[in-house]
């Protein structure tokens, strides 16, 4: 089928006709083509069937996109003055919805109270990382074009600096809204670390290489020490050297947050990277109370068998260990298909690269899933299916390190139900 198709304003230039093509898998697609002179243009795909009834409905979805097309190139030639007042109406749309942003979000922004620091340009940087997430400088070029704003790049990274003088007063607007979504009543603080890395090779006293999250080990980094309610509500940060060991992070954040609002019963909530010994201890020796993400498998013999004994399924139960601390293990069924999945995934990358004769005696580690591989011989890499097939037992299950006496503190991380 053909129909007449216009470009630019250089007139009729030749027809739009639909085309199949047979492919290699046997299906057909569909294209649309047009003729410029001896020339067949290809205009767009449409798609590909491999029925006749596929075919037929493809093809049908072809006529509109041709109708379509040839109507909005006729608006463009056929009503040139029309079309000015379109573009003009649409960009009056787009600051309609850039004013809308504006509306919601800095009556939002005042009603929190963040306007206590009484600064335009911190206002705009704000709104604008919500609304139009980017750079500094797509952030400069945002407000350029949409807000007429004409901000010197060098200006605001100096804002940036200015803007840590008034990080206490901000943290504490920023808690004391957190606290009226939850009643006056916090009790859980979750505690967790990042890094954040500049494209630069200096180092000062603050940017420092290190372990980078970001696998961008090459470049300086800071550290960043968050604190968050259950909800994921900010409550306090902190920012530290790039090569600061991220354990030694989380009791001084924590100190001077419980210090400064005199939280009484708080229970400090973080992850198995941040468990260590000596930050239980410390923890124990400040009073606070916490539950601390641990590692099944770094347990004593005598516990993991313990937990093997339970054979829990979608359950929690405690146990204790023999200095003191609690021990919560919980299975989950979702997370049991996630770990089998992911063990399979790796047993298979396993499986090619030995096909294709990638490994050898230096991937022997337990790196990963590298961990299944064995020796045989002095030569021959193998996979060790009975180490893959053990860890099957552990599907599912994760554990916890507590020190508590909050009982409401366990319902809120839903573990009122534990043994």
Same mark, same amino acid.
């Given at each position: 089928?053909?129909?007449?198709?216009?470009?630019?304003?250089?007139?009729?230039?030749?027809?739009?006709?639909?085309?199949?093509?047979?492919?290699?898998?046997?299906?057909?697609?569909?294209?649309?083509?047009?003729?410029?002179?001896?020339?067949?243009?290809?205009?767009?795909?449409?798609?590909?069937?491999?029925?006749?009834?596929?075919?037929?409905?493809?093809?049908?979805?072809?006529?509109?996109?041709?109708?379509?097309?040839?109507?909005?190139?006729?608006?463009?030639?056929?009503?040139e003055q029309d079309k000015k007042f379109i573009d003009t109406f649409t960009r009056s749309l787009r600051k309609i919805e850039v004013v809308g942003y504006e509306l919601i979000l800095g009556k939002l922004f005042k009603e929190i109270g963040f306007d206590v620091v009484k600064d335009d340009l911190f206002r705009h940087l704000v709104l604008s990382r919500i609304s139009h997430p980017g750079s500094k400088l797509k952030t400069i070029n945002y407000l350029q074009e949409h807000?007429?704003?004409?901000?010197?790049?060098?200006?605001?990274?100096?804002?940036?600096?200015? $803007?840590?003088?008034? !990080?206490?007063?901000? *943290?504490?607007?920023? #808690?004391?809204? =957190? $606290?009226?979504?939850? !009643?006056?009543?916090? *009790?859980?603080?979750? #505690?967790?670390? =990042?890094?954040?890395?500049?494209?630069?090779?200096?180092?000062?006293?603050?940017?420092?290489?290190?372990?980078s999250k970001d696998g961008k080990a090459q470049h300086p980094q800071i550290l960043l020490g968050l604190l968050v309610s259950p909800q994921g509500y900010p409550l306090s940060f902190e920012m530290f050297e790039g090569n600061k060991f991220e354990g030694k992070t989380m009791i001084p954040v924590v100190d001077a947050f419980t210090a400064k609002y005199a939280f009484a019963q708080a229970v400090i909530v973080a992850d198995a990277g941040l468990l260590s010994m000596e930050n239980m201890d410390e923890l124990i020796g400040l009073k606070y109370q916490f539950i601390l993400g641990g590692r099944i498998k770094n347990e004593s013999k005598v516990l993991k068998s313990q937990i093997m004994a339970l054979k829990l399924k979608d359950q929690i139960h405690t146990l204790i260990?023999?200095?003191?601390?609690?021990?919560?293990?919980?299975?989950?069924?979702?997370?049991?298909?996630?770990?089998?999945?992911?063990?399979?995934?790796?047993?298979h990358r396993l499986e090619k690269a030995i096909r294709l004769g990638k490994l050898s005696k230096k991937h022997i580690n337990n790196r990963g899933y590298n961990k299944y591989l064995k020796l045989e011989g002095q030569i021959t890499v193998q996979i060790d299916y009975e180490k893959f097939n053990q860890d099957a037992q552990w599907d599912g299950l994760n554990p916890d390190y507590a020190m508590l006496t909050v009982p409401s503190a366990l319902h809120n991380l839903g573990l009122s139900n534990y043994g």
């Open positions: 089928m053909d129909f007449l198709f216009k470009l630019g304003g250089s007139g009729y230039l030749g027809r739009v006709f639909i085309r199949r093509k047979v492919n290699r898998s046997g299906s057909i697609s569909v294209h649309l083509f047009r003729k410029e002179g001896q020339r067949q243009i290809h205009v767009k795909s449409i798609g590909s069937g491999s029925t006749a009834e596929e075919i037929k409905d493809i093809e049908r979805e072809a006529r509109f996109e041709i109708q379509r097309l040839v109507l909005q190139q006729g608006l463009e030639l056929l009503y807000h007429s704003l004409f901000f010197d790049m060098d200006a605001v990274y100096r804002y940036l600096d200015k $803007l840590s003088n008034h !990080k206490s007063i901000l *943290q504490d607007v920023s #808690y004391r809204h =957190t $606290l009226t979504l939850f !009643k006056n009543s916090i *009790q859980l603080l979750f #505690y967790d670390v =990042t890094t954040l890395y500049f494209e630069a090779e200096d180092e000062d006293d603050l940017r420092k290489t290190g372990f260990r023999p200095d003191g601390l609690k021990l919560i293990v919980s299975h989950s069924s979702i997370r049991a298909t996630k770990d089998r999945s992911n063990r399979v995934k790796g047993l």
